[in-house]
């Protein structure tokens, strides 16, 4: 049977009080954890790239190797991730991995202090925070089902980006004063202190999940097979993934050149650069309120397309920006961005946990992450090589474009006019 046979769920079937799963103690303390480890997410995005500029004085290219080894964790261990996520009880992994998170990141001012800090320094931090950050992404999404129950996905999805989408506001808006006092290798402090809370702050949470029985005879090569059949079955969760893979692959170079552009050709500095970003997290925080309120009005299916479609092309705004204000003026754009690509995220994220049996969920999760993410540091490289050839604007144009084309897949399949998500999960098949 294909998702678009199954039965619909409306939306409206969580909490019906104003505060909703927030009322839940449990789900209370994972949005609150969210926030902490998001903000301190935040202000790596912000600062590694401000290290590697004005610190190190890197080039274009070395910026992009290193937004490429931030996120070459999805390729080195993205799809045995999930297989060994769904063996543990997804809290545990989250716990420990925002701790070691947090043990990485202080390494950067230790070095610095220490007068050892390089740029090869920066890219094996970024390596290792990228491959814990697999893991933990893997188990977080996996949790939530468990956690909320599959009929307030989409309220859990909504809640959790619209905190995710605050930090995205609050952590270049604190990154950009930090790195302008202290720089920007002491700045990575206060993203460790953030990682350790949230570590504590999930440990605290009293619902867990039963932990998986295990297999007689593992075999890792056999479940990570199991995830791609699975994916690969059904046409929504196809459509779904390559739809993220194009668009990851252009914002990834549109990133890479993007505090280039800000701070050589804008003449911008750390501060005009954070309020900038901030920017970014308010569309992001704004996509989040909306994004259950859209899916409803638009159609769960349609939206994942239509909102890419809407407001990527706004991005064209940046690279024909000039000094002073044109550039704040083309800060709209990015706000659009984010909400779009929050407002897809949350209407996907509902339909891929929806289908997913339990057992399958870490697979899930991390196939399509590998498939949709894989591509990421290849736009790293390519980003810093389309910089060292076009110049940052010219990358800026090439990202805004590919990251519009990347609605087609979800057009041309059954989410193109799927207005609901499943009540049923997918059924399994012998692997």
Known sequence: MEASEMR?????????????????????????????????????FLALPLAAIAALRADEFRIGLLTAMTTAGSLLVGLPAGAWVDRMRKRSVMVSTDLARALVLLTIPVAWWAGLLTIWWLYAVALVHGMLTVFFDVAYVSYLPHLVGRGN????????AAIRSAA????PAVAGPLVGLVGSPATFLTSSAG????????????????????????????????G??????????RAIVLGDAIFNLFLVMYQTMLPVFLEREAGLRSFGIGLILSGMGCGALLGALL??????????????????????????????????????????????????????????????????????????????????????PLGGLLGGASGAVFGAAGTLWIGAAGMTLSALPAFLSPLRTLRTLPTEKAPEFAS
């Not at 939306?11 to 969210?34: C, E, V």
């Not at 995205?168 to 952590?171: D, W």
């Not at 791609?228 to 969760?237: A, E, I, Q, R, S």
Request: glycine share 10%.
């Open 228 to 237: 791609l059949k699975f994916l690969v079955k059904y046409p929504t969760l």
């Open 168 to 171: 995205s506001v609050s952590g």
């Open 8 to 44: 619909p769920q409306g939306i409206g079937t969580s909490k019906s009080s104003r505060f909703g799963l927030l009322r839940d103690r449990d789900f209370g303390r994972l949005f609150a954890a969210t926030a902490l480890g998001q903000l301190g997410d935040r202000i790596i």
């Open 195 to 226: 990682m350790a809370v949230s570590a504590l702050l999930a440990s605290t949470i009293r619902k867990r999940e039963q932990k998986p029985e295990p297999s007689e005879h593992p075999q890792l090569g056999r479940e990570i097979k199991e």
């Open 291 to 376: 994004a259950a309120r859209l899916s409803t009005w638009v159609g769960q299916g349609p939206v994942v397309w239509l909102a890419p479609l809407a407001t990527c092309p706004l991005t064209l705004l940046m690279p024909l920006a000039r000094t002073g204000w044109s550039v704040y003026a083309a800060a709209i754009g990015l706000a659009a961005l984010s909400l779009g690509g929050v407002v897809r995220v949350v209407a996907q994220s509902s339909f891929q946990q929806a289908l997913t049996p339990d057992r399958l969920l870490g697979r899930m999760s991390a196939t399509a992450r590998f498939v949709s993410c894989g591509g990421i």
């Open 153 to 160: 996905l989409v309220e859990g999805n909504s809640k959790l």
